[in-house]
């Protein structure tokens, strides 16, 4: 009985520890996991929408110029829309000094083809046919068409044309720029491949959920309106956003999209969630390797500890009846299992140092989860949750929104790596004017946001125009010199909630970047 009793005392305390720490293992794994999925899934989403919105952006300017420039153009054939062959020298012009057009027709108010370049085409006498062309004479306005497939060489294009009037405002005729969906074109120079090449590819849908950019050209001319992100695009009054979906070919996706204003199209930036988030698997398998061996270590020490254990119980046990005579003895029996609290509170330490490995590696994680990989500041997500918390407890502060200027032509020029360099040059510059208490984030992209606790805006805009000036003033990695705007607002003069304060501080920085770039704007 006795032997019972001991090896069942023993092989419960082996089985209660061998429990805890394989429960505190997996809940310290998969919460690490969901944590890091959860961040790769925002940081992803947020990545998308602001390279679409950013593309859009980019897109929507040169369309306005590509008006203005079929304006200028119409004006000066207005004064000879009877000679061809200067209308023919004209429209070659145009052409070749642009990268706007595949092609270029001029036609009469009769819809007959007058001019052409190149003139190749041999469309010179003829009478249009295509819709497009027959709605860009009848509505006599800037318009873009919808895409539509010629009947003469059979390709998908798309019809961008402006009215010609003469001085007396008289209607002349129709002068029009093609690009040719399916070859080279400006949009393959405007939106070219994602630069991550990790997955994430960028396409273009018009106004009808018909796919007029896409880096697989065979994909150019599908309809993808049933895709719930194209919807949204198109749709709502919200002109960028993300989500995740499953597309129209079944695949997972993480998307980011933005809607140009000026032809009605989205663009929709997008990677497999199944390749965003296959860092958080990697994770998994680095905490077992790491963690697995330390397990079997505590395993072994909870064996050990066990017998010990058991053996002063049972100790215990056998001095629990005892004659009186026998009296001094036992209390010093007694006495001499007093190590036995000793060795528990051994066990409970041993155990304790077992899983306060297991939770740093939890913690670290979670640091990991709220630090931006690239420059070591926090991320989003912490700044939400801070501003958040601010929020609710009514505390004062003061929040700056800063942006690099000319970001873009960085990447452009030097290449993503000395951009990556750059956005760690400013989490530097940002730390070394940010004081103990404030808390620098990289808010995505090239957007940085200082959190300034008890400050009001005089002391934010000084901070603020301290680093402006540091920036400018030292010589960013590989000897660029770079500037950078910023907004800035209080809380909670300026807004009674962070999302409006982000809105107020976005509106500042917006307006420093209209008026010259290189400056700090307070919010209004």
């Known amino acids: 009985m006795k032997k019972y009793t001991t090896f069942k005392l023993q092989y419960l305390i082996m089985g209660v520890a061998f429990l805890a720490v394989f ?64 209308l023919e020298l004209k429209a070659d012009l145009l052409r070749r000094g642009s990268t706007a057009f595949n092609s270029i027709i001029v036609i009469n108010t009769k819809g007959k083809i007058v001019a052409t370049s190149p003139q190749s085409l041999n469309l010179k006498g003829i009478k249009v046919t295509s819709e497009a062309s027959k709605q860009a004479l009848q509505e006599r306005k800037p318009m873009i068409s919808k895409p539509y497939k010629t009947t003469t060489s059979g390709r998908e294009i798309i019809f961008i044309s402006t009215p010609i009037y003469d001085a007396n405002n008289r209607f002349l005729g129709v002068l029009g720029g093609t690009i040719y969906l399916k070859e080279n074109n400006v949009l393959n120079q405007l939106l070219g491949k994602h630069p991550y090449e990790d997955g994430s590819y960028v396409y273009v849908v018009d106004a009808n959920g018909q796919i007029i950019y896409h880096e697989d050209k065979t994909r150019i001319g599908d309809n993808v309106l049933k895709n719930n992100v194209v919807q949204k695009v198109l749709t709502t009054d919200s002109e960028t956003g993300a989500e995740r979906v499953v597309n129209t070919k079944n695949t997972d996706m993480l998307v980011g999209y933005a809607k140009m204003e000026i032809s009605g199209w989205g663009v929709i930036a997008q990677r497999p969630t199944e390749l965003a988030l296959a860092p958080a698997g990697e994770m998994v398998n680095h905490m077992m390797l790491v963690g697995l061996p330390l397990l079997l270590l505590a395993l072994v020490i909870v064996i050990m500890l066990a017998r010990k254990i058991a053996k002063p119980l049972q100790e215990l046990a056998d001095i629990t009846v005892v004659d009186r005579d026998e009296a001094d003895a036992a209390q010093k029996n007694f006495q001499s299992v007093t190590a036995w609290y000793y060795e528990a509170i051994q066990l409970k330490q041993s155990l304790m140092s077992s899983f306060s490995h297991l939770h740093n590696q939890v913690h670290f994680f979670r640091d990991q989860s709220a630090t931006d990989a690239l420059t070591g500041l926090t991320n989003r997500r912490t700044i939400d949750e801070l501003m958040n918390s601010w929020h609710i407890e009514q505390r004062m502060y003061s929040l700056i929104l800063i942006d690099i200027d000319k970001f873009k032509s960085i990447n452009d020029n030097y290449g993503h790596g000395v951009g990556d360099e750059v956005l760690q040059f400013l989490a530097r510059k940002m730390e070394n004017v ?61 807004a009674h909630h962070p999302k409006q304060l982000l809105e107020k501080a976005d509106d500042a920085l917006y307006y420093a970047k209209e008026h010259g770039r290189n400056q700090v704007i307070l919010a209004k």
């Open 23 to 86: 429960l505190t293992s997996l809940v310290s794994i998969w919460s690490g996991y969901r944590m890091n999925e959860k961040t790769l899934t925002e940081n992803t989403l947020e990545t998308n929408r602001v390279y679409a919105e950013k593309l859009a952006s980019s897109a929507n300017d040169y369309l306005e110029e590509t008006f203005k420039l079929l304006d200028v153009n119409a004006t000066e054939m207005s004064a000879y829309m009877d000679d061809s062959k200067r």
């Open 434 to 494: 940010a004081r103990s208490e404030d808390v620098c984030c990289r808010y995505g992209g090239e957007e940085f946001v200082i959190l300034l606790p008890n400050t009001p805006s005089d002391i934010a805009m000084t901070m603020a125009e301290l680093l402006r000036q540091d920036v400018e003033s030292t010589a960013a990695p590989h000897a660029i010199q770079m500037t950078l705007s910023a907004g800035v607002a209080t809380f909670p003069v300026d």
